[in-house]
Each structure stands twice: as structure tokens, then as C-alpha cells.
């Protein structure tokens, strides 16, 4: 379960109207602080990231699933049940063994995953699968924003 400033913070984004994926980097951010903390670990960047998009899915963000040939069909359809389960009204029950199993894996993973290192690599990486005019665009995105929203 997301802490509830967590989910604060991501509500206080929509209300700005950020995207769905600013909204979601919270629950990110959540997720690389317990692993820095020692809550548990991860396996690498890329699944602590994933992480924090399916908590940010199951808590409501409108976070949409990859695209068909993005990810594994796998992948897809977790995130397709997470984003039903956010937006879904019903709760189904949680499985206490099943929580209990995915707690204790993830204690056992390497801590190393949120370090600066591992986050920095994971951002080159996925930055060089994106086009030049992409980042590009981006950049001048992340400019325009800095720009009018400076305090004098």
C-alpha cells in the first residue's frame, strides 16, 4: 500500500493537470526510497521502476498499459489488471500468502538497484532508445516549463 503522502502528491499533480506519468513518478520515487532504506530490494532500476508503476496503476493514476510490441504480452496484461484494479470499484482480496511470498523475494534482492549508479544507467539507457527529435522535443519541453515557472 502507497503512503499516503505518496498518493498526495500524485493527487496534487492531477489537480495541476500533469500528465499521468508525472503523477506516476511519485509512486516511483516511493519505490526508490524504500529500497535506499532497506525495506526491500530489487533486482535492477527497470524493476523498481516497474514497481512503482503498478502501485501508482493499482492506486488510480490514469496510467495506460504499454502499446502491443512495446513490452511482453506478459507485462502488458499485468499492467492492463493493475490499471482495472485502480479504476475498478470493487476490491478484490489480496492474498496474504502471495503478499507474504512477493515481500519476502524482494527482501532478498540486492539494494543496489536505487543507487545512483544503477538510476543513472537506466535513464541513459532509455533515453538512447529514443529518437534525437524526441529528446529534443523533451528538452525544450523541460525549458519552456523551468522557464514560467521561475521565482523572482
Known amino acids: 500500500m502507497p503512503d499516503r503522502k505518496t498518493i498526495e502528491r500524485a493527487a496534487k499533480d492531477k489537480q495541476q493537470g500533469k500528465a499521468p506519468s508525472t503523477q506516476a513518478g511519485e509512486f516511483v520515487r516511493e519505490e526508490i526510497e524504500h529500497i535506499r532504506a532497506g525495506k526491500h530490494g ?3 532500476a527497470k524493476q523498481a521502476i516497474a514497481i512503482g508503476l503498478s502501485k501508482a496503476r493499482r492506486a488510480g493514476v490514469d ?3 504499454p502499446k502491443p510490441g512495446k513490452t511482453s504480452a ?3 496484461r499485468k499492467a492492463e489488471r493493475d490499471y482495472e484494479m ?8 489480496v ?3 502471495r503478499s507474504r511470498a512477493t ?3 524482494l527482501k532478498r534482492e540486492p539494494r543496489a538497484a536505487a543507487s545512483k549508479e544503477a538510476l543513472s544507467r537506466q535513464a541513459h539507457a532509455a533515453a538512447s ?3 534525437a527529435k ?3 522535443a523533451a528538452a525544450r519541453k523541460a525549458a519552456r516549463t523551468r522557464a514560467s515557472h521561475q521565482h523572482g
Do not use: F, N, V
Request: overall charge positive; hydrophobic content about 15%.
Open 103 to 105: 515481500i519476502r523475494a
Open 63 to 65: 496510467l495506460p498499459p
Open 129 to 131: 532508445r529514443r529518437s
Open 42 to 44: 530489487a533486482r535492477s
Open 86 to 93: 485502480g479504476h475498478d470499484k470493487k476490491d478484490d482480496d
Open 134 to 136: 524526441s529528446r529534443s
Open 74 to 76: 506478459e507485462t502488458r
Open 95 to 97: 492474498s496474504p500468502k
